[in-house]
């Protein structure tokens, strides 16, 4: 009887388009899902010749060759592991299991042990692009074995986005490597989606920009520096009419929410000591959003200024707002490659950000331009400390700093809320402080609790009795 090349279970739709990626290309895949009509609603809608139908989870697992590789896209969490545990039975030694879902890293390096018993091996691999992406090729961010790895690499390099012609996926490092990776992606997308968000809320409120007009304007800046993906789909968005004739993005709630990726990578970032401060505020720019009853309640008590919108240079402002949306997307960047750096040194993973970064320039959705130069840095210096310290990325700061602090200052004397916008200028401007008024906290840590300091004049661990000197 022949065998299968893969099998994937799990028929939502990452799984289906995926398989379906992955039987376009030649392959055999054998696909399972815990509920039957799922699996018989797939095979009704596409009724390809590579893909094989299974409804017992043994027949699913007898149809693969050996080693036998199988893709879970199944929900994160409990159903994953209890998806686990029911194939681990008939699994041989060498045998291969590929989670694409989104897991949360701990929990892939608990697994990736628990299967290492099994003599199993787990690959934990973040996979990007959303449903279009894993149909025509998504970025891949695999993680774990590496044996692994080097067997359905062919695979992998095959259904994946392409950059000039080179695989958006490549080995991430050890254990829960390529699901931090993936988290991270997915808060610098939430830093990347406020940020546009609220450049349009400064279109509409400031310069009193028409929908059509502001799609004009992402349409321009797309085709400059700001070029990605997001910026591409923006511009779409907002020429988009319902069947009534309005623009749909006039009649969208605006309570943003959100799967727990970001919210990860933030605290992620709270236990690493980073200052992830923009993707933070985006997390929490959603949260505000989903107080919306609240909202409305304040909107008629609390006090702020008229707005009084922009008449005059209104082409020099727009500009400005570019420039400051690219540096603080930079800056994005810098903190979510920061902390990939960290947790690197701390997880003993050995990253290597020019080759993340690398995955990230197709098929994912934070593709953009900026990742080209992130490519180049990392390249030439793999451990460096800050890329806004990279010549390429000093020389924009230095240029576009002014522009970011006109738009947020004027933007927050409009009483425009800009959380991610003013954190990035916020984290710039204490990045770049030698002296900073950190000394007053030690003080009055050291004052309170004892907690001691240390001076600039002389080495040494300090202590003063803040009451009797
Ligand atoms: P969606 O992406 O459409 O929201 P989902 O609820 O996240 O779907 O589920 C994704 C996949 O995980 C589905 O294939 C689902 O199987 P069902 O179609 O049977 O619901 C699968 N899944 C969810 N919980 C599961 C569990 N406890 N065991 C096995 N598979 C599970």
Sequence with gaps: MQKNDIGVIGMAVMGRNLSLNIANHGYHVSIFNRTATKTKQMIAKNNHKNIFPYFQIQDFVNSLSSPKCILLMVKSGKPTDETISTIIPYLNSGDIIIDGGNSFYKDTIVRYQLLLKHEIRFIGSGISGGEYGALTGPAIMPGGSKKAYDIIFPILKKISAKFNEEPCVSYVGPDGAGHYVKMVHNGIEYADMQLISETYCILKKLLNLSNKNISKIFDTWNQGELNSYLIEITK????????????????????????????????????????????????????????????????????????????????????????????????????????????????????????????????????????????????????????????????????????????????????????????????????RTEKSSANLIQAQRDYFGAHTYKRYDKAGIYHTNWIKE
């Design 236 to 431: 779409n968005i907002f020429t988009k009419k319902d069947n009534s004739g309005e623009y749909l993005i006039d009649i969208i709630l605006d309570e943003a929410v959100g799967k727990g990726t970001g919210k990860w990578t933030c605290q992620e970032a709270l236990s690493l000591n980073q200052p992830l401060n923009i993707i933070t505020e985006s997390v929490f720019a959603r949260y505000l959003s989903s107080l919306k009853s609240q909202r409305m309640l304040a909107s008629q008590i609390l006090a702020g200024p008229n707005i009084a919108p922009i008449v005059y240079n209104k082409e020099d402002f727009i500009e400005k707002l570019r420039q400051a949306l690219y540096l603080s997307k930079i800056i994005a960047y810098t903190q979510g490659f920061a902390q990939l750096s960290s947790a690197s040194k701390k997880y003993y993973w050995n990253l290597n950000c020019s080759n993340i970064a690398k995955i990230f320039r197709s098929g994912c959705i934070i593709q953009s331009s900026c990742l080209h130069e992130i490519v180049k840095i990392y390249k030439y210096d793999n451990v460096i400390i800050n890329l806004l310290l990279s010549p390429i990325f000093q020389e924009i700061a230095n240029k576009y700093q002014h522009s970011l602090r006109e738009v947020v200052s004027y933007s927050i004397m409009q009483g425009i809320s800009i959380p991610a916008f003013s954190s990035a200028m916020t984290y710039y401007d204490g990045y």
